[in-house]
């Protein structure tokens, strides 16, 4: 008998268990096959097993969840481990977990059933984000370019990257008639006072003086609301200028993000994810030594690792919430431990951190993915005693997945080295992600940790999943769809969440491991597509987006998951272009948007586990 609850359709066969009490006849090899392909058969889950019965409401799955449990008490056959469905809308994890309390469960479970926190994705730093989050604009700027041509990025610079000559330099890329305008505070140090073309119509700089001792240049630049494009170009500077600033209207510069941004991110509150904050995705992760991370007083903020560690604890600091941290790819071991570090000795102590590493590792497409695809062959084809194929899998998706599985775990371990005893899993929480459309992938990653490293819940907090609801089929299919059509659509999405056995599968697996509720690290509205658009744009502001995401997110611990954090925090454009949508609100200096409302009222209202 397995040791196991979760894998039993992935690691048996006919020989070792039953679906039900009933023969299948000839649906035994179907079945079989199945169970090759780590599902579920349908027609073993309709039957009445072992005194515990399949529940479905007008011929529709309710929400439910497959398990296998060996009973100890109960009605079952001696020995024999059963399809367990219970109801989870009538207390069925409860009683799950009670069942596995008195069960064969190793180690012990940490699945504690409770609201979940709601979090949030935070922004990236670039001249075109309509969130401007950073107190000092120039982080957000472009690389300098000539006075003529501020985009061009031609402006030859010193060793810390300021300009030497006359420069010019491409600050924000907004609507017109945004809002963004007011007095910036602009200072730097140069040879003398230079001439300045503010590129905006009505715009001037006044009060502008220069300090003979320091040679700090001060001015104030006046921006319009009206203004769409922020860029300066600096003339007769007699040799450049450096530690140039511009400082946002009436925003305190000891913070590093705007009033405005502080405030949207309460939408969030429980946790902030700074995957895409930090360049996971792209820039950061060709970085691998600490010694080029990007630091409070680096030029930029936008590229490197982007935004600095040191203004991600703040913030976390400022807004009470929990810190999820993506470690860039090429991070080699002395990165991840003084990160650690930081991390330790300056994230309130009241607050835990996520650790995962990179984001999604397991599409080749990405540079992490492809980096880590390659060095996973090279390592099975080239070292003999490599334990990736320890089971003698020669399917080259098999030891990617391990390979990240064990380098998550690393990161684990070194994490856990440096924090104090007791923190793992309370303060230090680290997460093991995969591909919410592969559950084959966790299975894996999840037995090879558990065969050559002991139990996965030694390493890891909990799985991660990416459950996006969405209407692509129809979106693809009809470029015509009425309002209506296309929010009857989204519903479907989360209905099909709600029906299926796809979560419950991860908490049946969180369960059986032992780790807590499953983290949804990116989840929301998933609207891509150029289909549609006018449609989509308008669904993203109306009063129905707000009740969807309402029953998106009732959905999630109704499937006994855990912390769910929104992608994406900011302002954005809902229906310009294919990959709009993620965002909350259109203007950050708006009235709060539907969706933020949804948001706010899931975060406050309290919900029966």
């Not at 810390?160 to 963004?180: E, R």
């Not at 936008?302 to 600091?317: H, S, V």
Request: glycine share 8%.
């Amino acid at each position: 008998l397995r040791q196991r609850l979760g894998f039993w359709w992935a690691n048996t066969t006919w020989a070792d268990v039953r679906c039900c009490e009933l023969d299948h006849g000839p649906e035994r090899s179907r079945c079989a096959a199945d169970q090759q392909h780590n599902t579920v058969c349908e027609d073993c889950v309709k039957r009445k097993v072992g005194g515990s019965r399949t529940t479905y409401s007008g011929g529709t799955k309710v929400g439910t969840m497959y398990q296998r449990v060996q009973f100890v008490s109960g009605r079952s056959e001696k020995g024999n481990y059963m399809n367990l469905r219970l109801s989870l809308c009538s207390g069925g994890i409860v009683a799950l977990c009670a069942g596995l309390a008195v069960g064969q469960v190793n180690p012990p479970s940490r699945f504690v059933i409770e609201a979940p926190d709601i979090g949030l994705n935070a922004t990236r730093v670039v001249d075109w984000s309509r969130s401007l989050p950073v107190t000092d604009m120039i982080k957000q700027s472009r690389t300098f370019g000539s006075p003529t041509n501020t985009t061009d990025g031609l402006a030859p610079v010193d060793a810390n990257g300021w300009p030497t000559q006359d420069f010019g330099v491409w600050l924000a890329t907004l609507d017109p008639n945004y809002g963004a305008g007011g007095t910036y505070k602009l200072e730097f140090e140069c040879a003398t006072i230079p001439t300045f073309d503010l590129h905006a119509a009505g715009a001037t700089a006044t009060n502008v003086v220069r300090d003979p001792v320091t040679g700090i240049v001060t001015a104030d630049l006046n921006y319009p609301n009206t203004t769409q494009n922020f860029s300066i170009s600096f003339y007769n500077t007699q040799g450049g200028a450096r530690n140039i600033r511009l400082w946002s209207p009436n925003a305190p510069r000891t913070n590093p993000f705007t009033p405005w941004y502080r405030s949207h991110m309460n939408h969030g509150g429980g946790v902030i994810r700074w995957m895409d904050a930090n360049e996971t995705m792209s820039s950061g992760a060709s970085i691998s030594s600490w010694a080029n991370r990007t630091r409070l007083d680096s030029v930029r903020w936008r590229g490197g690792t982007g935004i600095p560690y040191e203004a991600c604890i703040a913030l976390c600091n400022e807004l009470n919430s929990d810190m999820y941290i993506n470690i860039h790819g090429r991070a080699n071991n002395t990165y991840v431990r003084e990160l650690a570090r930081l991390i330790r000795d300056n994230l309130n102590p009241n607050l835990a951190v996520y650790v995962e590493w990179s984001n999604e590792v397991w599409a080749t497409g990405t540079t992490t993915g492809r980096e880590n695809n390659d060095a996973a062959t090279a390592e099975v084809n080239n070292i003999p005693d490599s334990n990736l194929d320890y089971d003698g899998s020669t399917n080259p998706a098999h030891w990617r997945w391990r390979r990240y599985a064990r380098r998550s775990l690393e990161i684990s371990n070194i994490f856990k080295e440096e924090f104090p005893a007791g923190s793992m899993f309370t303060r230090l929480r680290p997460i093991l992600a995969g591909q919410n459309a592969n559950p084959s992938q966790y299975l894996n990653m999840l037995n090879y940790i558990e065969a050559n490293y002991g139990p996965p819940a030694n390493y890891f907090h909990a799985i991660a999943v990416a459950p996006y609801f969405e209407n692509w089929v129809n979106d693809s299919l009809n470029p015509a769809l009425e309002f209506d059509e296309f929010v009857t659509g989204l519903q479907a999405g989360i209905d099909k969440w709600r029906n299926s056995i796809e979560w419950e599968r991860y908490t049946a697996y969180s369960v059986w491991h032992g780790l807590a509720p499953v983290v949804a690290d990116e989840a929301g509205i998933d609207t891509r597509g150029f289909n549609n658009l006018e449609v989509k744009g308008q669904i993203h502001r109306s009063p129905q987006a707000r009740t969807l995401i309402t029953n998106y997110i009732d959905a999630w611990p109704g499937a006994g998951m855990g912390t769910m954090i929104w992608f994406s925090s900011g302002a954005g454009t809902f229906d310009r272009d294919q990959w709009d949508g993620y965002v909350l609100t259109e203007n950050i200096f708006g009235a709060a948007s539907n969706k933020e409302h949804a948001l706010d009222a899931s975060r406050d209202r309290p919900r029966s586990a």
